[in-house]
């Protein structure tokens, strides 16, 4: 059993709105997914699921603690977040794994946020003061420090939501070194960096080829989404609305880029602890932005869970 059933989300099978209007509900964008994301609809930040058609949303874990940056294991049994006493942007957090019903709800290590899984599941990647990549075991022990090097040339600046390529070989990151906010690419056993552009927010799909990102220049509303191929560094544009909900935040990719995550916010509202951000979902490459929720609350960081058999 989930932990508890709530009402706010419902299903509108035949109005599901758009950024524009009426839009169509998701049809066949990939069987076998939930969603899982944070919200504050308690009045402290928790983790959620819900269908991919914006239905039958439940809760997973929410005290009076703030649980946040929700991320799957690949294989669909498990989700990683950090709990914190506050979401003041340097405030004190830990890692948590429970299962996806919320059981088995179990502290992995002290000092860590925005956790993500390993391919293999084996590990999780979290980071640690703003300035490090760091791995650990998914039940706990002996931690291991992987960016930045002691002779990295962005050594003492800023190093936030990390996320590692499939392959273990490259971590995609924010940082502000040299003074400006980008996304870039860092080889891990190397330290080098590639820079990917300005903004934020960056995740991998397609086997690690591929980089999903929240960019702030030559947008309609201050931010939109882009993708950017490794191989080539070309960019594509992949989302990108005008008011009310152009300001888009948190993406998630499908790994065969089959569906596209994302909330926004209306204009004039940015902060990620109280702006009214709702999830919205496209099948990719040409479909409409399908609005899945709407509310008063700021939901985030939508993230598919693989659903293994019935729910």
Request: aromatic share 12%.
């Amino acid at each position: 059993m989930r932990a508890r059933r709530c009402g706010f989300f419902f299903l509108a099978v035949l109005h599901l709105c758009t950024l524009s209007g009426a839009g169509d509900r998701p049809t066949g964008a990939a069987p076998g997914y939930d969603i899982v994301f944070d919200s504050n609809r308690s009045g402290t930040f928790g983790i959620y699921r819900m269908n991919l058609d914006g239905s039958d949303l439940e809760t997973v874990v929410d005290t009076e603690t703030h649980e946040i940056y929700p991320n799957p294991s690949p294989d669909g049994h498990w989700i990683a977040y950090a709990r914190a006493k506050s979401v003041e942007r340097d405030a004190e957090a830990d890692i948590y794994r429970c299962r996806v019903d919320g059981s088995d709800n179990q502290l992995v290590v002290r000092d860590g946020t925005f956790p993500e899984f390993s391919s293999d599941g084996e590990w999780i990647y979290f980071e640690r003061s703003r300035k490090f990549l760091v791995k650990i075991p998914v039940g706990g022990g002996e931690s291991v420090t992987l960016v930045p090097r002691k002779d990295s040339i962005f050594h003492g600046s800023s190093l936030i939501k990390p996320t590692v390529s499939p392959d273990g070989r490259f971590a995609a990151i924010i940082s502000n070194y040299p003074g400006t906010w980008f996304v870039g690419i860092v080889e891990i056993a190397t330290g080098d960096i590639r820079k990917v552009g300005h903004g934020c927010e960056p995740n991998w799909f397609d086997e690690g080829k591929t980089l999903a990102w929240v960019s702030s220049k030559s947008v309609k509303e201050r931010t939109g989404i882009k993708t950017f191929n490794i191989a080539d560094g070309t960019v594509e544009v992949v989302q990108d609305d005008d008011a009310p909900f152009g300001h888009e935040y948190f993406p998630w990719m499908e790994e065969d880029g089959k569906f596209l995550l994302w909330a926004a916010c209306p204009p004039r509202q940015h902060e990620h602890a109280d702006s009214n951000y709702q999830i919205f979902v496209r099948e990719m490459p040409s479909g409409a932005p399908v609005r899945l929720s709407h509310d008063k609350f700021t939901n985030r960081w939508p993230k598919g869970l693989r659903v293994k058999g019935p729910k």
